[in-house]
């Protein structure tokens, strides 16, 4: 019995949260605002965002050239912006609930599966979160190889909370 | 923003956490103890074990009938043993931690992950906790159609929490 921690809850507790333009990845988090964050511990959330891959660069002659950067740039800015107006999203409905959280931005950019689970190799949070269907990048990238949830919760070390939005089942 | 409710964690909070033969889905208990007991809820934890199912009866004879019948009883007794030292191993790790938790036995017989989500969707608990591989159910039908976690994820409606043991990665 001896092989069972019994201080899982760390002092300081580290969440990242895979959030995106979907309801249910902002249902997801505040699952986790309610459900995870303790008044005994230091906890630190992280807010994951993946932006698309950058489209692929296409120019041939002059014109297509200065056509395909002006595209290039405004999806660029479209993307910045989305990224934006979703943490900004995430961080109010973090400032709703009146836990003490430390509230940290991080974005990626490509696959969202691989960088979900690379970001999360990599920084070896105490748990992930993320919704199960999504309607942002778990979306775009659900038809092709099962959805990103499946994936991450196959993949990576640590705990993972898969979360519904009731409304959506 | 009003979408999000800020009462997810209501006065009772009802959790189902899968336990087997396993260490993982031991920790997997342990890391829902830790984690997701509240001090300011009335915590119902429901520890479900699911049995295997009935072996195929096949007799054409009379003695065939006895020695079948005498090793049916024996892998019956056999299961009922297992299920009870699975609850009893679950219940004292309850007890290992100071929460105030009220934990209720509940045990199954058939395909693990067909009871797991039928049991789920008829008693809609808060939330479901798991571990993903297992060496018990989990891993006796891991082999065919994919592990019995992956299934329940994508078909309870409920948040599922996902944990893997950290030495079985």
């Known amino acids: 019995m ?8 760390k002092k300081d507790c580290k969440i990242v949260v895979a959030v995106d333009e979907s309801e249910e990845s902002m249902y ?6 309610c459900n995870l964050i303790s008044q005994t511990t230091i906890n630190n959330l992280i807010l994951l965002y993946v932006k698309s891959p950058p489209p692929v660069y296409s120019s041939l002659d002059v014109a297509g050239y200065i056509i395909s950067g002006d595209v290039i740039r405004a999806l660029e800015t479209y993307g ?23 509230v940290e931005r991080m974005v990626g950019s490509g696959d969202a599966k691989d960088v979900i689970c690379n970001i999360v190799d990599r920084i070896k949070p105490d748990t992930l979160v993320m919704g199960s ?3 942002g990048f778990f979306k775009r990238e659900k038809g092709l190889v099962g959805s990103v949830s499946d ?6 070390k640590c705990p993972v909370v898969i ?3 009731p409304g959506k089942i």
């Open 163 to 165: 979360v519904k939005h």
């Open 28 to 33: 997801a988090l505040s699952w986790c605002l």
């Open 2 to 9: 001896e092989a069972f921690p019994l201080n899982f809850k």
């Open 151 to 156: 994936h991450c919760a196959k993949h990576v």
């Open 133 to 135: 269907h999504g309607y």
């Open 80 to 102: 910045n912006d989305l990224a934006n107006s979703v943490m900004g999203r995430a961080e109010d409905i973090c400032g709703k609930f009146s836990t003490d959280v430390t």
